[in-house]
């Protein structure tokens, strides 16, 4: 591998490592699909409160039956390396 490539590859990972860094939340009725991009369930009153300025012009509200979940950086984080790691030993 010659040096501009592997320059190259280092500064993508750096910069897929810091978009990752900030956790993301949603609100879904379907939390299986988000737990297997990485997110884990966690209680709605742990949300930032700008998400009730949405919530509370909901019909369903105070009833609402989606679940909150959260993805951190850990997961992304880690995607990152293995796929790194995977291309540097396949080398």
């Known amino acids: 591998m010659n040096a501009p490539a592997a320059d190259t ?11 990752a860094s900030a956790p993301v939340f949603t609100l879904t009725y379907v ?8 997110y884990r369930q966690i209680d709605k009153a742990e949300l930032p409160h700008k998400i009730w300025n ?8 105070p009833n609402c039956h989606e679940t909150a979940l959260i ?3 850990e997961p ?7 796929a790194f790691a995977a291309a540097a030993s396949s080398r």
């Open 54 to 61: 949405e919530c509370v012009r909901c019909p369903l509200f």
């Open 76 to 82: 992304a984080v880690e995607a990152v390396r293995d």
């Open 9 to 19: 590859r280092r500064a993508l990972a750096a910069v897929a490592i810091a978009l």
């Open 31 to 38: 939390p299986s699909f988000f737990e297997r991009c990485g």
């Open 71 to 73: 993805r951190t950086a």
